[in-house]
Nanobody, 119 residues
Framework: QVQLAESGGGLVQAGGSLRLSCADS????????MGWFRQAPGKEREFVAF????????YYADSVKGRFTISRDNAKNTVYLEMNSLNPEDSAIYYC????????????WGQGTQVAVSS
């Protein structure tokens, strides 16, 4: 059973950094490709970053390329999103999920973690 839990969000000033974490207490996802997604108020949920099951392949949405880094530690069953040079447009609720390319694999989502960037 998928039980995703995201953490690490908060309020930061523009230019600041945050590190998000995602764990699944219901299953191991060491064999899954994983992704980060985000949803801002009034907008559709969108793809942010992808990491393959091995951690070797990563890619990003154009809007975060060069500023965000996705990684994973399969021994800890955890996926991370390092976010640098944050700007107010990055403000959203951030979610993780198993991923197929830039789409979420599971229909079930965790509660997400709120990121707010002040100007």
């Amino acid at each position: 059973q998928v039980q995703l839990a995201e953490s690490g969000g908060g309020l930061v000033q523009a230019g600041g950094s945050l590190r998000l974490s995602c764990a699944d207490s219901g299953r191991t996802f060491s064999n899954d490709n994983m992704g980060w997604f985000r949803q801002a108020p009034g907008k559709e949920r969108e793809f942010v970053a992808f990491v393959s099951w091995s951690g070797v392949v990563t890619y990003y949405a154009d809007s975060v390329k060069g500023r965000f880094t996705i990684s994973r530690d399969n021994a800890k069953n955890t996926v991370y999103l390092e976010m640098n040079s944050l700007n107010p447009e990055d403000s959203a609720i951030y979610y993780c999920n198993a991923a197929r390319d830039k789409a979420a694999l599971f229909g079930s989502w965790g509660q997400g973690t709120q990121v707010a960037v002040s100007s």
